[in-house]
């Protein structure tokens, strides 16, 4: 069984910087991907990246180049780089791991002078 939790979320001004934490406790060999999403209440959860372990990362449209993924050596946290951050970029984010379909709690982003 694995889990996944969350941190780094934050207030931040717009063109700010923060970096999320995923971080996996037990069978964390068994993963292969974890995703980035973020919602917003009252909206569906979107879908903001992906890194699939050994091969590469994918990102939405929206992040136009300001949102990075990376997994430490010890491959048990993933993180997600946020440059540039708009005000459209407040969500709680999560991450989410396959196979096993696998759910953090999330993280607020706020943006906001």
């Known amino acids: 069984q694995v889990q996944l939790v969350e941190s780094g979320g934050g207030l931040v001004k717009p063109g700010g910087s923060l970096r999320l934490s995923c971080v996996a406790s037990?069978?964390?060999?068994?993963?292969?991907?974890i995703y980035w999403y973020r919602q917003v209440p009252g909206h569906q959860r979107e879908w903001v990246g992906h890194i699939v372990f050994n091969m590469g990362t994918n990102f939405a449209d929206f992040v136009q180049g300001r949102f990075t993924i990376s997994r430490n050596s010890a491959g048990d946290t993933v993180y997600l780089q946020l440059t540039r951050l708009r005000s459209e970029d407040s969500a709680v984010y999560y991450c989410h791991g396959q196979p096993g379909s696998i759910w953090g709690q999330g993280t607020q982003v706020t943006v906001s002078s």
């Open positions: 037990g069978s964390v060999n068994s993963l292969h991907t």
